[in-house]
């Protein structure tokens, strides 16, 4: 379905979960901070503004997020 928005959609809020953690491991820049389902393309994205996801949350406050991000980056440098 389009969207005006324009913005990468997901089916359900799962998957849109695990795309919002995904990018915050994967680009540091990131600001993405929850997921919404969109009134336009009734799909889920990725939002930088409101409230801060629940499971991201926790995972920046026991620092599971931290660590995730650092396996992320060794695996760039040295491969496998
Ligand atoms: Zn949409």
Redesign the pocket.
């Known amino acids: 379905m389009s ?1 005006s ?1 324009k ?1 990468k ?1 997901y089916y359900d809020p799962e998957s849109a979960e695990r795309a919002l953690i995904e990018a915050r491991i994967r680009f540091a820049g990131n600001n993405a901070i929850n997921v919404y389902q ?1 009134l ?2 009734g ?1 889920w ?1 990725l939002t930088s503004k409101g409230v801060m996801n629940e499971r991201l949350s926790e995972m920046i406050q026991t620092g599971e997020l931290n660590e995730e991000i650092k396996k992320y980056e060794w695996r760039e440098k040295y491969g496998g």
């Open positions: 969207c928005s913005k959609s969109c336009e393309c799909e994205h």
